[in-house]
Each structure stands twice: as structure tokens, then as C-alpha cells.
């Protein structure tokens, strides 16, 4: 088992002309902070999209093959990046990208990107905005200091009315627009998911009853569907075909604790048992499932599903990051599993940091982190899953920048009303989107 105690000197030997060396003390902040700094300024190396000539509806976007969710993804890692080390070097570019994407209606639904527009991919720009809104990342003078709230909840208002009761009794479908077939049979745990933790955010910190009780009714579904079985694994998905009786026993990293994250919000909002019991059958699940791949590599994480067999897409070198991003997150506000997460995150981030050798920089990060070195396997999802990993030590020790959006019963908001996008075409909201107009229009 690697020493929770241990000091890692990794020697870039991609680059022998450099002498550099990144060195992770993963007791010491201001050592966890440089290696911090080290993995950002990597990862915003693959982010081009924000030149003179880059066209509007690209900007805060990744190059292609890439797709749009997960530059969300990434800019909420930036903004954790930003809350949690204190350097303010990308927050300019961060603020640019979280506000190019925001769509006609301010809710994260641009029209240039509806061809593959998903509840999910929608959910991780909003989720980036709450982060913004929670730690204070700074608004822009000629926005209003709320802006990132506002962004936040205009995610969920949008994506509350999808819920589609006509079949499966509930959920949400992975896809937006009924054009894109394929996603609409398909309800999946990531869109749930990711609705449920923004929902559970909403309620931790505005007080409202409103959101526990869509928190119960998206936790009831996935559970009475089997999204989620008795021992809290988190599986993929399922199909509108079979009435919801087949499940897709695919287990993804970022399934899980996108959930364990809403439920330990909720747990610290409610000091429900029940709340309570799910938070640490979460992190047990997690804990057993993607740590730990071989006997010599104990508490290190890993993509359990493609990983070990090296067939994981650009989306899932990604998953590790949000992995570890919401491992720390629980475990701030639910102290009782500080422990356990503590030790993983711990051993991951110092084999992480071993694998960020290469390029030409002799600075990326590779996928598997069990391999002591650098794999020749890096990208931004890999880069991103170092660098979450790496940092999320500032917040498991107590350094992170405090929450500035405190828990407060202050908050009403009024009650869902139809569908405004489930049932509209994508010409009739694209049509919408020209005219400068809002449902309905």
C-alpha cells in the first residue's frame, strides 16, 4: 500500500533536455498547489478555442473529436481549479468560456450545438455554474452578481418540465430533441444524475422543499427502475422499449459519484438516516469498484469498464476526474467519510502525478496511473483527471476557498409548468432561437 506519507519526486525523462522535475509532497499545500498549477497550465494547453478567429458559437468549446459536454466539465474543474489554489490566471478565460455557451435563453442550450444536445451535456455547464456561484468566482462588471445562480437554476427549470412520466413512470431521456432518436428511448443514469446533484445543490444552499422533493422523486425512480440496485451500484442506463425493465449493467466512475455528491448535500441538509445510509453506500461502491485494479496498486483509481482493456473513448478518460472531483465534495460536507476518501485520493494523487511526464512539454499525464510512469496516453480528459485529482487534496485538508453561497431559507420558486422543449421540434426552437424569443413564442 502506497504511505499516505509520502513525498514523490517525479523526474520528467520524456524531455531529457529539461531538468525540471514536478515534486508532489502531498502533505504540504504549497507543493500540492505548484503541481496543481503544473496540470492546469497542461490541460489549458489543448484549449485553443478562444482566438481572434475563432467563430463565437466555438468559443469555450474543445477541438473536435471532443465533444461539447466536456469542456462543461472542464471549465467547472477551472473554477474548482481557481476556488481551490487561489490562482487567478485562467479566470478571464474561464468567465469567457462559461458565458459564450449559454444560449439565446441563458440556459445552456446552444442552438449550434442541438444536433447532440443531451439533459447530461446541458447538466455539466450548469453544474460549472453552481461551482461559480458557491465559491464566488468572479462575475464580470457588466453582469449581475448573480449570474452564476441564475445560470445554475435556469438548467433546472428547463430540464424539470422534461420529466417524462408518460413513460417508465418518470425520468428524464438522455437526449433533448425528439429529432435525435437514438437518445429519446434511452433514459440514463448521467442525465438523471446530474439533475438530481444540481437539484440537491439548489436545495442545500437556498432552503427551498422544492428541490428535496424532486431529490426524492429522481432517487425513487432510478432506484424502483434499477438504476441503482441494493449494494449502490450505478448502472448506465435503460430503454423506454422494454418499459424500463432492461438494465445496461455498465458501470461508469462518474455515475456513482455524480450521485454520492447530491446525496451527501443532502444528508448535511436533511441529517435524514436514510440520506445518510446512501452517501456511505455510495462511497463503498465507488471504494470497490474503481480503486484498486491490482493487488500491487491499492487505493489507486482507475475506469474499472475500459481501462485495463484500453478501450476507453475520449469521453471516459475523462470520467476519473469528476471521479475525485465529488469523492472531495461529499466528503466536505459529509465529514464521516473523510476518512476513506482521504486515503484514496491520497494514493491516486501521487500516482497521478508520476504519470505527467510527457509530451513535449514532458508534462502531460497519462491514463493509467498504476503503471508507475507515463503511459504515452494523454489528452484532455486524462490531463483533466490528474489535475482534479491532484487539487481536490487542497479541499480534503481544509485549504480550499470557503463556500461563499451559505445555506439559507430565503429562496421560493414557482411550480413547474409543461414541457417547454420535450414535445418542439428542433426547427420550432431553433426558429425560437432567431427570433430572440422564449417559450412560448
Not at 439565446?104 to 439533459?119: C, E, H, I, R, V
Not at 496498486?297 to 469528476?322: L, P, R, V
Not at 490531463?383 to 487534496?393: C, D, Y
Request: aromatic share 12%.
Amino acid at each position: 500500500m502506497i504511505s499516505l506519507h509520502s513525498v514523490l519526486l517525479v523526474t520528467i525523462a520524456a524531455v531529457p533536455q529539461l531538468a525540471s522535475t514536478l515534486s508532489l509532497d502531498v502533505q504540504n499545500p504549497d507543493s500540492i498547489r505548484s503541481a496543481a498549477k503544473t496540470l492546469a497550465h497542461g490541460l489549458m494547453s489543448f484549449y485553443e478555442n478562444n482566438q481572434t478567429t475563432t467563430a463565437p458559437e466555438e468559443v469555450g468549446t474543445l477541438e473536435e473529436p471532443l465533444y461539447w459536454w466536456e469542456a462543461g466539465a472542464v471549465w467547472g474543474g477551472m473554477v474548482d481549479y481557481w476556488a481551490y489554489t487561489g490562482d487567478t490566471s485562467y479566470v478571464e478565460t474561464t468567465q469567457q468560456a462559461l458565458l459564450a455557451q449559454v444560449g439565446p435563453d441563458k440556459n445552456y442550450m446552444p442552438p449550434a450545438y442541438f444536433d447532440s444536445l443531451g439533459n447530461d451535456d446541458q447538466a455539466f455547464w450548469g453544474i460549472a455554474a453552481l461551482a461559480a456561484a458557491e465559491y464566488g468566482f468572479p462575475v464580470p462588471a457588466e453582469e449581475s452578481p448573480t449570474l452564476w445562480l441564475d445560470l445554475g437554476k435556469a438548467v433546472f427549470d428547463s430540464q424539470a418540465p422534461r420529466w417524462d412520466t408518460s413513460t417508465c413512470n418518470g425520468g428524464l431521456a438522455w437526449q433533448i430533441f425528439e429529432s435525435n432518436v437514438n437518445g429519446m428511448t434511452y433514459k440514463n443514469s448521467i442525465s438523471n444524475g446530474a439533475f438530481f446533484q444540481m437539484t440537491a445543490r439548489l436545495a442545500y444552499h437556498t432552503g427551498n422543499k422544492t428541490y428535496v422533493d424532486w431529490c426524492e422523486k429522481v432517487w425513487d425512480w432510478m432506484a424502483g427502475v434499477n438504476l441503482i440496485d441494493d449494494n449502490y451500484n450505478v448502472y448506465d442506463g435503460t430503454d423506454i422499449r422494454a418499459n424500463c425493465t432492461k438494465v445496461n449493467l455498465v458501470v461508469f466512475s462518474y455515475n456513482p459519484s455524480m450521485m454520492l455528491y447530491g446525496a451527501a448535500l443532502l444528508y448535511n441538509h436533511t441529517e435524514s438516516p436514510a440520506w445518510q445510509d446512501r452517501t456511505q453506500g455510495l462511497t463503498t461502491a465507488c471504494a470497490n469498484t474503481f480503486f484498486s485494479p491490482y493487488p500491487n496498486a491499492t487505493d489507486i483509481a482507475y475506469e474499472w469498464a475500459c481501462e485495463a482493456h484500453g478501450t476507453c473513448n475520449n469521453d471516459q478518460y475523462s470520467f476519473k476526474a469528476y471521479l475525485a472531483r465529488w469523492l472531495a465534495k461529499s466528503s466536505s460536507v459529509a465529514p464521516f467519510i473523510s476518512d476513506s476518501v482521504f486515503t484514496l485520493l491520497n494514493a491516486s494523487s501521487i500516482a497521478a502525478a508520476q504519470s505527467c511526464s510527457g509530451g513535449d512539454s514532458g508534462q502531460l499525464c497519462g491514463q493509467k496511473w498504476y503503471v508507475s510512469g507515463y503511459d504515452g496516453n494523454s489528452g484532455v480528459g486524462q490531463q483533466l483527471s490528474a489535475m482534479e485529482t491532484v487539487q481536490s487534496l487542497l479541499l480534503l485538508q481544509g485549504f480550499a476557498r470557503p463556500l461563499e453561497m451559505a445555506p439559507s431559507i430565503s429562496e421560493t420558486i414557482p411550480a413547474v409548468k409543461d414541457d417547454d422543449t420535450r414535445n418542439k421540434s428542433r426547427a420550432e426552437v431553433e426558429q425560437c432561437a432567431d427570433d430572440d424569443q422564449t417559450w412560448p413564442c
